[in-house]
């Protein structure tokens, strides 16, 4: 579209007529539009992805995040995280990016613990027997 635009203004000169100022202004307002939009479908794009945490994490330095916590919490709104706070693995990001450290990776993190515990227990429940 940078072409068309050029040529209008260029290729008219060279045959001794005026620019085409019509064709350059239109080529270029729709040049601006789709990069606007473009822009826009962008950031939205990368706000909708969801990361899964895949480990427990301390966050540093940001802006808040949404966090989907309902694999561990069973609630299903996302809650809002800010530098200090923890995340934990098997949370979604739903939107945001932020610095990290990661404080527990596997059986260590709280989702592995409450597996471990769950797959520890020796008693047969009601169901079970």
Wanted: hydrophobic share 45%.
């Amino acid at each position: 579209m940078e072409a068309a635009a050029l040529m209008a203004i260029v290729l008219a000169n060279g045959g001794g007529k005026s620019p085409d100022w019509q064709d350059f202004v239109g080529i270029t307002t729709l040049l601006i539009i789709n990069s606007t939009i473009s822009f826009i479908e962008e950031n939205n794009a990368g706000n909708a992805a969801a990361t899964l945490m895949a480990a427990d994490a301390r966050l540093l330095e940001g802006d808040p995040l949404k966090i989907d916590q309902s694999a561990l919490t069973g609630e299903s709104l996302p809650v809002t995280k800010h530098p200090g706070d923890s995340v934990f693995s098997g949370s979604t990001c739903k939107q945001g990016e932020i610095e990290a450290v990661v404080i527990a990776t596997g059986v260590h993190t709280f989702f592995g613990k409450a597996a471990h515990l769950v797959d520890s227990t020796n008693q047969v429940g009601h169901f079970q027997k």
